[in-house]
């Protein structure tokens, strides 16, 4: 059964059924999220970083 917040909505489909089977405490898959949606945000900044500096590649 789930704790805590819903993943992110981009994350969900593949990562919260593996997410549920893992054998980790509430604070274990907390930890596990909160990296997960870090890396998440690290990559989406990286993208966008590079649509700005080269926009004809959009």
């Not at 059924?17 to 980790?24: A, I, Q, S, T, Y």
Request: net charge neutral; no cysteine; hydrophobic share 45%.
């Amino acid at each position: 059964m789930r704790t805590g917040p819903a993943p992110h909505p981009a994350l969900a489909p593949t990562w919260s059924p593996v997410l549920d089977r893992l054998p980790l405490g509430d604070l274990e898959r907390r930890r596990v999220l909160d990296e997960v949606l870090r890396a998440f945000a690290v990559n989406t900044a990286v993208f966008q970083e590079l649509a700005e500096q080269f926009p004809a590649a959009r």
